[in-house]
Nanobody, 125 residues
Framework: QVQLVESGGGLVQTGDSLRLSCAASGRTFSNYAMGWFRQAPGNEREFVTS????????NYADSVKGRFTISRDNAKNTVFLQMNSLKPEDTAVYYC??????????????????WGQGTQVTVSS
């Protein structure tokens, strides 16, 4: 089992920045690709970004490319999501997830084995 706990969400204004963190415990963190997803009210949970086991390869949804950056610190069992130039449409609950998939940077929800409880990000206009 892997336990994931997100933090860092909050209420910000358009154009502001936020940094989310996800602390992992349990099995060896570096054995998992990590991802961030988000879910707005009435919408499906959607892929935001993912990062390979060693942090060398990343994958982004088009909607966040150039604004969001995923990173990880395997020594601290933590994955980060730096969000810049936030827009109202970024408002959602953000979830981190761990994947044991053979894919380097999986995008599909079904490929993720463990999920955090989520942290709310609200961007006001």
């Amino acid at each position: 089992q892997v336990q994931l706990v997100e933090s860092g969400g909050g209420l910000v204004q358009t154009g502001d920045s936020l940094r989310l963190s996800c602390a992992a415990s349990g099995r060896t963190f570096s054995n998992y690709a990590m991802g961030w997803f988000r879910q707005a009210p009435g919408n499906e949970r959607e892929f935001v970004t993912s990062i390979s086991r060693n942090g060398g390869i990343t994958n982004y949804a088009d909607s966040v490319k150039g604004r969001f950056t995923i990173s990880r610190d395997n020594a601290k069992n933590t994955v980060f999501l730096q969000m810049n130039s936030l827009k109202p449409e970024d408002t959602a609950v953000y979830y981190c997830a761990a994947s044991a998939s053979a894919l380097t940077t999986p995008r599909a929800r079904a490929l993720y084995n463990y999920w955090g409880q989520g942290t709310q990000v609200t961007v006001s206009s």
